[in-house]
Structures are given as C-alpha cells and as structure tokens.
C-alpha cells in the first residue's frame, strides 16, 4: 500500500506490506484492513492512554510500542467492537471486517512476526451477519435494460452491460480488461487477491464486444498508458470505475429500472442467478465462474423465486382438494 501515513508503528507497516506481497490481497482490502487497524489502535489509545475521543480522527499512533501491543486483551478486542457499534455505528458487515482486520494482524504477530507471545484475537468472535437474499434483475428487466442503452457510446455501453449480464465479473475485472486478455471466446481476468482465471464468452458478448471495438473504440491518440485497455473513454484513457459505476446507473433510469436499488455488483448478481436458475448451472460452475473462494459464497445464488416455489407445491400430489 503506497503513502501510508508517517505516524504509522513499523510492525503495522510489516504487516501492510506482508498483506499485500506475501498474502496477494487486493489493494481495497489492503486498504480497509489499515484504516481499521489504525482505528482500532486510536480507540486503544482512548482507552490505554488517556487519548480524547473528541479528537478520535487526529490521534496519532506514532508512540504505539510492541509492548503496548503485547498488553492487548481479548477483552480490549471486544471493547473497540463495542465502541463501532454503539459510537461508529457499524454494521454487522463492518465490525466483521474488522474482526478479520484484528485477527490476521494478531496473528501475524504472534506466528509470523513471532513479536507477542500470545494472541488476543485467537478466540474472537465474529459478530453473526443477518442472511439477505441478493437484488437481481428478472430476465424480463434484463433484456428492457439492454434495449434502453443508447447515446454517443451506445456500443461501448452495450459491451460493458452485456459482460456484467452474462460473465458476472468484478467491476474492477471489467475495468481492468486490456485487448491481449480477449482470445477467441476466452478472456482472462485478475480477480480478488490477484488470482487469474478465465472466463469464456458467450457470442452475445464476443459480437458486443467485436461491435465496439470495430466501429467506436477510438483507432489512435489514446493516452499512455491506456493503449491496451478494452473500454476507452472521451478524454483518451481507461473507463475508470466510477465512470463504468456512473453509466450503469445511467442507462438503469432510462430504462425505467430503480438506479437507487440496482447498480454495478446487483448486475453480478444477476448473471449468476439467470445462469442458475435459467441455465439450470451447477453451483460449483458457478463458483468458478464467479471467482469464488468458498462454495458457501455462491450459495447465496440458488434461491428460488416466488413462481418456482408455487410451481413446487403445485406440483404436490395432494395440491388439489378431494372431492366432497
């Protein structure tokens, strides 16, 4: 992680860096995991050493010893949980975060770094995150969305839609896309903690993206170091992340669809449940195609809508009533 602050403890640098060229974390879980961490080693100085609450976001941790470290308690561990949620108020998708934070971070310390002798963190609790099921589009919705994209870069935007709608890649895979990624029908993404896999392309997508590239991607004066990205923007240079955020949402309200309930990752969401429920995909194809770690994570795609649940007990043989 580049430009860490200068009040940062040497052991909190190592571990940064271990995060991010020994365990090949994602540069936004990098991040999130030193923001916590210096949150919680603030909230620890608020209680350790006399530090103001009232001037949380400027304390520094500049003065934090291994030793101090080494004097953490379990007990501290649920006392900074408490304060995100009661004072910060942190969801239970936030303090989990955090409770992955403190945990790899103790126990680099205790394992690798080998500089406290025990870890606070080894019986933390990780606060329980209510099961939701995932926005997606219909396959109705799907299809309105896609003939709704219009404007000067209707093609390029017809492209980027029609990979999120049938790939259910990352917005940062998508982004990231250069030219020498796409042979054939393979294009090969970088997804979360740098892992390369292969997504194959349907032709909807192939003749979207064909269509582009002959016919709008711009053929010269694209800024360095931008020539090999896929999508281009007006000013010369790579389709940023908040752009491609910005257009979905964009062409979402043209098509009369909620842009406040729908946006980027709910398009993930949809391709992996249109392949699921109307490709009748096997979840563990799924999970490859999605990039997912755990089996669990996918999981969340196989629920069943409303019409599928009244079909099934339609279906039951006793369904209909006996006859008086």
Request: net charge neutral; aromatic share 8%; hydrophobic share 50%.
């Given at each position: 992680m580049k430009n860490l602050p200068q009040d940062v403890p040497y052991f909190l640098k190592d571990f940064i860096t271990y995060m991010e060229a020994i365990r090949g974390k994602s540069k936004n879980t990098v991040s999130e995991y030193f923001f916590d961490l210096r949150t919680f080693l603030r909230y620890?100085?608020?209680?350790?050493?006399n530090a103001s609450?009232?001037?949380?976001e400027s304390i520094s941790i500049d003065d934090i010893t291994i030793e101090f470290i080494q004097s953490i308690t379990l007990h501290d561990l649920y006392e900074f949980l408490s304060y995100t949620s009661s004072e910060r108020l942190n969801n239970a998708n936030s303090r989990a975060r955090k409770v992955a934070a403190l945990r790899s971070f103790f126990k680099y310390l205790n394992t690798k770094a080998k500089l406290i002798p025990d870890n606070p963190a080894k019986d933390l609790d990780s606060p329980k995150i209510p099961k939701s099921l995932p926005k997606y589009l219909s396959l109705d919705e799907s299809r309105t969305l896609l003939s709704h994209i219009d404007g000067n870069d209707k093609l390029r935007d017809y492209a980027?839609?029609?990979?999120?709608?049938?790939?259910?890649?990352?917005?940062?895979?998508?982004?990231?896309?250069?030219?020498?990624d796409i042979k054939d029908d393979k294009l090969t993404v970088i997804g979360k903690g740098n892992k390369e896999r292969v997504i194959y392309l349907n032709k909807a997508c192939t003749q979207a993206i064909e269509a582009y590239i002959q016919n709008e991607r711009p053929k010269e004066g694209i800024k360095h170091p931008h020539q090999n990205a896929l999508f281009i923007s007006r000013n010369k240079r790579r389709l940023s992340i908040k752009t491609i955020q910005h257009l979905v949402k964009k062409h979402l309200h043209a098509a009369g669809l909620d842009d406040t309930k729908y946006s980027v990752h709910k398009l993930r969401?949809?391709?992996?449940?249109?392949?699921?429920?109307?490709g009748h995909v096997d979840v563990r194809v799924l999970q490859e195609i999605l990039g997912h770690t755990n089996l669990a994570t996918t999981q969340i795609y196989t629920h069943l809508d409303s019409e599928q649940l009244r079909h099934a007990a339609d279906s039951n043989p006793l369904a209909e009533p006996e006859k008086s």
């Open positions: 620890m100085k608020v209680l350790h050493m609450l009232d001037e949380f980027i839609i029609t990979l999120f709608l049938n790939c259910g890649m990352r917005l940062s895979e998508l982004a990231g896309i250069n030219l020498k969401h949809t391709a992996a449940t249109l392949m699921y429920q109307h």
